[in-house]
Structure formats: structure tokens, C-alpha cells
């Protein structure tokens, strides 16, 4: 039952910012511009986390998508935590959102072996 509120939780959330980074809300868009990233990156971004949800999503009763939406957010969030504290020199406290992602995503991942 965790097991499903997790990747539930994680879906919505990355749907959520899989919309707004496809929709180009506008501080989204200048968020990308301060970590330096083309905008065309922001899109496909955006693709990414919302086909991760979708997959996380299939993966309740699918644990290969589970595990497959689990790396890709595992990659995206290392990149997030990245843009936040190198290339934006934000403090840790920027980047809490996608270490706890991280930590999930990674949590996801283990529980899929069991």
C-alpha cells in the first residue's frame, strides 16, 4: 500500500511539472533562464517527467515501469539538483524538491526488487 502511495505521489507530482515546464508558465521559463538552459530544453523536459508519470502510474501493477520511470526520474532529479545548486548557485534549500524526488524515485527502484 506505501509502495502505491509513493509512485501515486510521485506521478501527480511530476505530471504537475511535466505540465507546467510543456505549458512554458512564465516562471518556469525564467527559472530555465537563470539555470542557463536553452528553452527547447524545457520542453523536453517537460515530455520526460510526463511520460515518467505516466509510466510510474503503469507502474502499480507493472514493476518494469516502475523501475524504468524510477531511473528516468532518478536522471532528471540529479540533473534538477545540479541546475539548482551548480549552475543557479542556489543554497541546498532550492534543490529539497528534487532530493526528496530522488530519494523516492531511488526507494521505488529497491521496492521493485523485493
Do not use: D
Not at 500500500?1 to 511530476?14: D, E
Not at 515546464?21 to 537563470?34: D, I, T
Not at 523536459?45 to 515501469?65: C, D, K, S, V
Amino acid at each position: 500500500m506505501i509502495s502505491i502511495m509513493m509512485k501515486v505521489s510521485l506521478a501527480v507530482f511530476m505530471l504537475a511539472g511535466g505540465i507546467i515546464k510543456v505549458s512554458r508558465v512564465p516562471f518556469q521559463v525564467e527559472h530555465w533562464r537563470h539555470y542557463q538552459y536553452p528553452l527547447w530544453f524545457l520542453t523536453v523536459t517537460g515530455i520526460l517527467e510526463i511520460a515518467g508519470a505516466l509510466a510510474m502510474t503503469a507502474g502499480i501493477w507493472n514493476r518494469y515501469a516502475a523501475i524504468g520511470a524510477g531511473v528516468l526520474f532518478v536522471v532528471l532529479m540529479a540533473g534538477a539538483i545540479h541546475a539548482h545548486m551548480f549552475r543557479a548557485r542556489q543554497s541546498v534549500i532550492m534543490a529539497i524538491q528534487a532530493m526528496i524526488c530522488l530519494i523516492v524515485s531511488i526507494m521505488i527502484i529497491m521496492g521493485s526488487y523485493t
